[in-house]
């Protein structure tokens, strides 16, 4: 678990380390790599040409292809970008919920998160308009696969078929009518995550449901955005068979949650 200590505050680069980032930037992007050596470095070289006041954090689960070496190379060129690296693989649920705690450990932590996955199945140019939907008072912004105007690039059929079966199981059973409950393209608010963050436990994939489910018990608002996924061109899928079934189990799970929430409130 992290808290505002030496070890969080090593997470800086040399250059940003004795100013404590005083300069706050208005956006923070969290990006969980494992393997993404290929990916990271014109990721987020992309990130920047977007030209947000952004701050960039990875959190590498010390990935043998040397990801985070070439995070550390980028320090060196960049300010205000940041490194978590973790002993082994420990799954996207704790990758988010470490990042949103290193987050909020900083002086002055940027009002809104952004979550996003760093094998450009996530366009970076759709961060501005993700951003600028949240400002529009929004806490959290799903960006939808499946909402009208929408879509998938390079999936196959089977894969596709899963995907819409997942998300349709996903708000039905939590019954909230969201498009696309699994994405992880999102952006948060800093008083959503301050709210929430003790109240994060997934593990992996499940973080995605457990984030919105948080979202509608606690009254936040939160709302969609169409846009375009396209599937990974380098590298492999990290999603293994156990944890897509840990994510179906969290639902039936969520939905219970809910159920008995209901229950205590009409009685």
């Known amino acids: 678990m992290l808290s505002a200590t030496e070890e969080e505050r090593n997470l800086l680069p040399p250059s940003a380390r004795h100013e404590s980032l005083a300069n706050r930037q208005s956006l ?65 649920g704790t990758a988010i919920t470490d990042g949103f705690k290193a987050i909020l450990s900083l002086e002055n932590p940027p009002e809104h998160i952004i979550t996003m996955d760093a094998d450009y199945s996530h366009n970076p140019q759709a961060i501005p308009q993700l951003l600028a939907t949240a400002e529009k008072g929004y806490d959290l912004v799903i960006g939808s696969r499946y909402l009208k105007g929408g879509k998938i690039v390079g999936w196959h059929i089977l894969r596709r078929i899963i995907s819409r079966v997942a998300n349709l199981v996903a708000s039905t059973m939590v019954g909230l009518r969201i498009h696309d409950c699994t994405s992880g393209f999102r952006c948060y608010s800093k008083e959503y995550i301050k709210s929430v963050i003790g109240c994060l436990h997934s593990q992996t994939y499940e973080i995605q449901i457990e984030t919105v489910k948080q979202a509608w018990m606690r009254g936040f608002a939160l709302t969609e955005m169409p846009i375009v996924f396209e599937n990974r061109k380098r590298g492999k899928s990290k999603l293994t068979r156990t944890e897509f079934q840990g994510f179906l189990s969290y639902i039936v799970k969520a939905k219970l949650a809910i159920l008995n929430r209901a229950s205590k409130t009409q009685t």
């Open 28 to 92: 923070g992007i969290i990006l969980p790599t494992f393997c993404e050596a290929e990916n990271i470095e014109s990721l987020i070289r992309e990130i920047k040409d977007t030209k947000q006041d952004v701050l960039v954090l990875v959190i590498d689960d010390s990935s043998p292809d040397g990801t985070a070496g070439r995070v550390k190379k980028l320090q060196k060129e960049y300010s205000n970008i940041l490194l978590l690296e973790r002993p082994e693989k420990l799954g996207l």
